[in-house]
């Protein structure tokens, strides 16, 4: 098996942009709290410290770095929007969840 020969520093960006993905007060709790499939609304009880606009401002910038997708579900009138993880959003979750476990 050979040895992977990227640099520290290559390697060093790829984890600046994880970090710089998932920063703010609540990025990570929100992350947590994605386990299925979630309204704002929702979202909003799940996370009582938080307001509409940090949660949005989260979501926002979550959803620009594909770990949460929305879907604006037609079907139901009124039309709502669900929140959930993305397939990198479940992997990052799972890592939130370990890093949990340490302290």
């Given amino acids: ?33 994605l386990e299925k499939n979630h309204r704002f609304s929702d979202l909003l009880r799940r996370l009582p410290e938080a307001n509409k606009q940090s949660l949005s401002t989260a ?7 594909e770990i949460v997708f929305k879907d604006v579900i037609k079907e139901s009138a009124p039309q709502h929007i669900e ?9 990052v979750r799972g890592v939130l969840l370990q890093m949990s476990e340490i302290l």
Avoid: V, W
């Fill in 1 to 33: 098996m050979a040895l992977s020969r990227k640099k520290p520093c290559e390697e060093l960006s790829k984890l600046e942009k994880i970090l710089i993905s998932i920063d703010g007060r609540y990025t990570p709790l929100l992350i947590l709290a």
């Fill in 83 to 91: 929140y959930g993880l993305t397939e990198k959003g479940k992997r």
């Fill in 59 to 65: 979501l926002k910038q979550l959803i620009k770095y």
